[in-house]
């Protein structure tokens, strides 16, 4: 299904685009013929993603911003960018991929840690979303939209923990089960304004980030290696061949509300969380608290 300009005349929005999960998918979607917006708390990196983009796809429209997805008017105003720059067309389709995560026991977090993970995945990914989905159905109204037309889709990153609740990642699981009932109840909301919502649960891709927080000192893809059962990590082309089913027009648009889980069958097999941490000491906390912090000041010397 993967031809070359399968995504010609899309223009879809990737939060946390400018790297990681999210530069991987946005990087096929452009590959394929779509134009592309990413945003991330650090302009300069989406900046500098989209400047070697521009480089391997002349022709393609990429815009970048630099916004605090907690924030609501902040996510507003790049709506309304993002529609005023495209001449009116808008966006076909949004991908919610910033995140934020990491591991500690529940008893140990303050109210500001709770709020990072929740005010990123939960309320960051809900104002995204209605934000371009308010455009969408007032456009759908507006042309008094019907199943011949085109639909536009969402697809938003979950975990495998939605199924099962996840120690030790309690924000992340409360706020990721928030975002897969999001999908479910919008899916059937928004369906007759012809906007469709999907959720992937990825399990462990190794990225720079999701290795240094939530797994501190091992070595990325150790642990899968010894409990998949496939015996390895997956791989950032097969989430984004995913991806690309999912917001490809026309391919299964009858696909909605779903949520997919994409781990090589690891939380069938295991579970698939960090019940396995029960076994952590006070040093081992510690130390992973440690590691934990010395990534978080090496990205905010880099903003």
């Not at 991987?24 to 302009?43: T, Y």
């Not at 911003?65 to 949004?94: C, K, P, Y």
């Not at 029960?278 to 905010?300: C, K, S, V, Y």
């Amino acid at each position: 299904m993967f031809e070359p300009d399968l995504l010609r005349g899309q223009r879809i929005l990737v939060t946390g685009g400018g790297t990681g999960l999210g530069k991987a998918m946005a990087e096929r979607f452009l590959a394929l013929g779509a134009d592309v917006a990413i945003c991330g708390r650090r302009k300069a990196v989406c900046d500098e993603t989209a400047a070697a983009w521009r480089e391997r796809f002349p022709g393609r429209r990429i815009d970048t911003f630099g916004v605090d997805i907690r924030v609501a008017q902040a996510v507003h105003e790049m709506v309304d960018a993002l529609w005023s720059a495209g001449n009116g067309t808008g966006l076909t389709g949004l991908v919610n991929n910033a995140a934020g995560n990491f591991i500690a026991p529940t008893e140990s977090l303050s109210p500001r840690a709770f709020d990072a993970i929740a005010g990123i995945v939960f309320h960051g990914s809900f104002y995204v979303t209605q934000a371009v989905g308010k455009r969408w159905v007032e456009e759908a109204k507006a042309l008094t939209w019907t199943p011949a037309q085109p639909m536009r889709s969402v697809m938003s990153i979950i975990v495998t923990w939605v199924d099962n609740g996840s120690p030790y990642v309690v924000p992340s699981a409360m706020s990721k089960a928030g975002i897969e009932v999001m999908t479910k109840s919008l899916a059937v909301e928004w369906a007759r304004y012809g906007v469709r919502l999907n959720a992937v649960g990825p399990g462990e891709i190794p990225t720079e980030g999701m290795s240094k927080r939530l797994n501190p000192g091992e070595e990325p893809g150790a642990r899968s290696r010894q409990r998949n059962p496939m015996a390895r990590t997956g791989t950032m082309d097969e989430l984004a061949n995913l991806a690309t089913f999912l917001m490809a027009p026309g391919r299964c648009d009858w696909l909605t509300g779903q949520s997919i889980m994409m781990d090589g069958g690891n939380a069938l097999a295991t579970g698939g969380n960090f019940y396995e941490l029960r076994a952590f000491g006070e040093a081992d906390w510690r130390a992973a608290r440690e590691r934990i912090e010395a990534q978080n000041a090496a990205d905010r010397a880099q903003r």
